[in-house]
């Protein structure tokens, strides 16, 4: 969602006009942004917590090179979440996996459906001449390990 999204949002729901609601929803933000800057932390209550922290000089490593590369002191945002934004979350990830489950078990429904049969005919055909799972031909000659194919 964006801040456009946000403030046509709140105008309709307040009857406001997008001007107006842009403008408050803009000055809240600033509100924010600078009583982290002065006092380094802003706490909003069923929200969560904002806070500047300071991260310490460390050394790394350039991924490309290998080499070892100074990284300085740096002071970052953090933020922590609320109890109720907590909650909320935590809702919506155990809707997920109950829908994850339900999926889960629909789809071993109707795999059940086949019959072992046409099963039985899929398997074979990859079997036959190896007894690598890769399909028939796979692994029968050293080259074809490399591409996939049998000469």
Known sequence: MTKKEIVKAISEELGLTQLKTKEIVQKTFDAIVETLVTDHRIELRNF????????????????????????????VVTFKPGKEMEER??????????????????????????????????????????????????????????SGFSS
């Open 48 to 75: 969560g917590v904002f806070e500047v922290k300071k991260r310490a000089a460390r050394k790394a490593r350039n991924p490309r090179t290998g080499g070892q590369v100074q990284v300085p002191a740096k002071f």
């Open 89 to 146: 979350v935590r809702e919506l990830e155990m809707a997920e996996n109950a829908r994850l489950q339900s999926a889960a078990t629909d789809s071993s429904r109707a795999l059940g459906q086949f019959s072992a049969g046409s099963q039985g005919q899929v398997s074979s055909a990859y079997s036959q001449g190896t007894s690598n799972s890769r399909g028939p031909g796979y692994g029968t000659d050293p080259a074809s390990k490399q």
